[in-house]
């Protein structure tokens, strides 16, 4: 059974800092493109951040600059760093491998102003 398990999340102040981490379990984590969305509430889920399994990332035009996805395979966890954190960034993030069906839970992020 393959399960994704973020974690990191929390209530910050704005400007502040968070790196999620996300463990993935029962699958070959080597080989999964990565993704971390995010949700708001009352907003549609958007794509922050996708690597591949050769450690090409990518980014939303919005985000870039700011968010930094990175992968550990050894420990089969997949990261997001977010620094100068807004308000505007308070949502739910989820780790997810689309293409194989695969999402976590999420984690909550609260941005204070």
């Known amino acids: 059974q393959v399960q994704l398990v973020e974690s990191g999340g929390g209530l910050v102040q704005a400007g502040g800092s968070l790196r999620l981490s996300c463990a993935a379990s029962g699958t070959d984590f080597s080989m999964l493109a990565m993704d971390w969305y995010r949700q708001a509430a009352g907003k549609e889920r958007e794509l922050v951040a996708r690597?591949?399994?050769?450690?090409?990332?990518y980014y939303a035009d919005s985000l870039k600059g700011r968010f930094t996805i990175s992968r550990d395979n050894a420990k089969n966890t997949l990261y997001l760093q977010i620094n100068s954190l807004k308000p505007e960034d308070t949502a739910m993030y989820y780790c997810a491998a689309p293409k194989n069906g695969y999402w976590g839970q999420g984690t909550q992020v609260t941005v204070s102003s």
């Open positions: 690597i591949s399994s050769g450690g090409r990332t």
